[in-house]
């Protein structure tokens, strides 16, 4: 297996390349994605690359171009569907939810979207209660689609590969924080998307989480470790369909769960995987499972008071440590 | 054009102008310095819109703007303390320092934002003109926004509501030519924005925004049509923003070429060149109204670093209204 060291950024340009490169069908639609590069850069070079009927710049019409999307996808081609961000991808939720997710089942099994959608995800950039959204477990409500959540770099590039082969649509999202992030690039193999990922083991509790949270989550294992307390750090990373077995192995080897989601905590993802623990393992439990998310409020802008908003290292041990009696 | 039969209002727009220039540069400056962080876009280049638009209102009129909104809350009367403590994230900003650059917000001036989500302010001016409309009162509500938003089905889906219901709203688009890096050529399939009111059953007009005074008449005629009960009025002003869409823009899709031969058309300068021209402005003026914004301004900076922070305790204050 060989490792490059790249950042997110580039693995997720890296493997829209080799989409592009490898299938005609394949191509990018979205606002900025062309002349502009991409708004986190992500696309730099390709329309040079690849020319702009592959590379579309799409007018601020996200209805629009990702129902265009599902209709691309309906005519037989492979359209990588970019929303700046999943705050705008409110505009085109009639179109993903009604649409894209239902037309398959409810035309009897005749039609298949095979629609990537892609997007920037997540707060703690200081823009404010508008463009700091987490609505991936939102989307995970929705029978007919698939929502990944890349953490890694390996993640970032080998999902959207994967992605790209599935006969339905898939969101994907990256959280934007990731981005400039360096990590090692495995090149071998595709990414399994229907399992999650063991990102640390431990035998005291399990850390449940994805996304921008899971780093937070392996920094407070580490700080936790210095304690004496092993911490298994599980990576979601498929949010739906969830790999319940996985999530249940580690519940029933360490007996505690907490789990950690930058969403708000009313009616969250952390919610879901606390549901599937309770009928799933209630009996290995050693203690209510316990949940790190957002405040309820809309994250506002100053610092002190986003970092407050926001799940972080120390209120994810804190929630640890109180499981533990620690 | 003729001299100004108001010499005073003309320095007037002249010195309004101006303290948007000087008070964006000023927050550039600070940006670099980290004291305002997240995503600021400035309005340079653009002044003589903002500034000439909102003459026409009065006091009782609503106003909803966009992320690039500085100049508007600023020509608004909110005072440049008040905001700029607001882009330090300061409980004595306009907003309690919860939204930052993008999110303005000022009732006892009618300013309802602030609004980052493009296309999104205008539904929401449509029904606050809904409302004078229903209880009687002759207001109207100016709602700012860009070209790109044109592109957004909440721009049609307004206009047309807002002529079927012949509604009091100034939609006024101010046409900077890129929605951040597309041109409008590569986003609208007619790019004459103006004549997109027709489809509606509504007025519509360019007007160049790059001369405040045509942007202060034309508006001023759009708001005694609106005012009069002649239903919505779309304004579209031909402008040029002269910074990057944010702060961090590479500035891949226009040429540095296309950007000066722009800024020869500084609202400012070509404003302070008619002045001077029509010796309505000596150097001294000038020099005067400079020494009062750098003051403004100074004292702006002042407020707002001596301002507190929000309590952490509060985060969660004003989700709902308090009861008692
Ligand atoms: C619905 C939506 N899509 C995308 C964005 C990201 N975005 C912010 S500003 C902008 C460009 C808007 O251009 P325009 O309306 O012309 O206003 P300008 O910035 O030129 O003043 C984009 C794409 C957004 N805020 N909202
Ligand atoms: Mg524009």
Request: proline share 4%; glycine share 10%.
């Amino acid at each position: 297996m060989t490792m490059t060291k790249t950042t997110y950024r580039e693995a997720v340009r890296a493997g829209l390349r080799e989409a592009l490169q490898r299938d005609p069908l394949v191509f990018l639609m979205g606002e900025d994605v062309g002349r502009y590069g991409g708004t986190y850069a992500c696309s730099h070079g390709l329309l040079e690359e690849f020319g702009p009927e592959r590379i579309r710049d799409a007018p601020l019409s996200e209805s629009a171009f990702v129902g265009a999307g599902i209709g691309a996808a309906l005519g037989g081609m492979k359209p990588i569907v970019e929303v700046m961000t999943v705050n705008f991808s409110l505009l085109a939720l009639d179109q993903i939810v009604n649409n894209a997710a239902t037309i398959r089942h409810m035309s009897g099994g005749q039609f298949s979207i095979p629609l990537v959608l892609r997007m920037a995800t997540g707060g703690g950039r200081q823009v404010a209660a508008q463009h700091s959204h987490s609505f991936e477990g939102w989307y995970a409500h929705i029978p007919g689609i698939t929502v990944l959540t890349p953490a890694t770099v390996t993640d970032a590039k080998g999902m959207l590969l994967a992605a790209l082969r599935e006969p339905d649509p898939v969101l994907i999202f990256e959280h934007a924080y990731l981005y400039p992030m360096e990590g090692e690039l495995e090149e071998a193999g595709l990414v399994d998307i229907s399992k999650a990922a063991l990102r640390r083991q431990g035998r005291d509790v399990s850390l449940l989480t994805f996304g921008g949270s899971l780093w937070k989550s392996l920094e407070a294992a580490e700080r936790l470790a210095a304690e004496g307390i092993e911490a298994e750090v599980i990576d979601l990373r498929v949010l739906r369909p969830l790999d319940t077995a996985t999530i249940l192995a580690s519940v029933r080897k360490t007996h505690r769960a907490v789990i950690v989601d930058e969403a708000w905590r009313t009616g969250s993802f952390a919610a879901e995987i606390s549901a599937q623990i309770m009928e799933g393992a209630f009996y290995d439990l050693d203690g209510p499972v316990a949940r790190v998310c957002s405040a309820e409020a809309p994250l506002p802008y100053p610092k002190h008071l986003e970092d407050a908003a926001l799940p972080n290292v120390e209120g994810i041990a804190r929630a640890v440590r109180g499981l533990l009696g620690a | 054009m003729n001299v100004p039969a108001d010499r005073n209002h003309a320095l007037e727009l002249l010195r309004q102008m101006l303290r948007i220039r000087r008070f964006e540069e000023k927050t550039a400056e600070l940006y670099s310095l980290g004291k305002i962080r997240g995503f600021l876009h400035l309005y340079i280049g653009e002044e003589a819109v903002a500034v000439g638009a909102l003459q026409a209102l009065g006091p009782e009129d609503a106003v909803v703007a966009t992320y690039r909104e500085h100049g508007h809350a600023l020509v608004r009367g909110t005072p440049a303390g008040s905001l700029m403590a607001e882009l330090y994230g300061k409980a004595n900003g306009c907003a309690r320092g919860r939204g930052g650059s993008m999110h303005f917000f000022d009732a006892s001036r009618r300013f309802y934002g602030g609004l980052a989500i493009v296309g999104g302010g205008l539904p929401v001016a449509v029904g606050l003109a809904l409302a004078d409309k229903l209880q009687g009162r002759p207001r109207v509500t100016a709602c700012f926004f860009g070209d790109g938003a044109v592109a957004e089905g909440e721009f049609h889906e307004s206009l047309n509501l807002a002529a079927l219901w012949k509604l009091p709203v100034l939609f006024l688009c101010e046409n900077n030519l890129y929605a951040m890096g597309t041109a409008l050529a590569r986003h609208q399939s007619q790019t004459d924005i103006a004549r997109k009111a027709q489809a509606y059953n509504l007025p519509g007009e360019a007007v160049d925004g790059m001369d405040v005074l045509a942007v202060e008449a034309a508006t001023a005629g759009a708001v005694e049509t609106v005012r009069g009960g002649g239903g919505p009025y779309l304004l579209e002003y031909r402008t040029y923003r002269f910074r990057a869409h944010s702060m961090y823009d590479a500035e891949r899709y226009r040429t540095k070429d296309e950007v000066e031969q722009w800024k020869q058309r500084d609202p400012i300068a070509a404003f302070e060149g008619l002045l001077r021209e029509w010796k309505c402005l000596t150097s001294d003026d000038l020099a005067a109204i400079e020494a009062d914004i750098a003051a403004e301004i100074d004292k702006a900076v002042a407020f707002a670093e001596a301002g507190a922070w929000e309590p952490v305790e509060d985060l969660t204050k004003d989700v709902y209204t308090e009861r008692t």
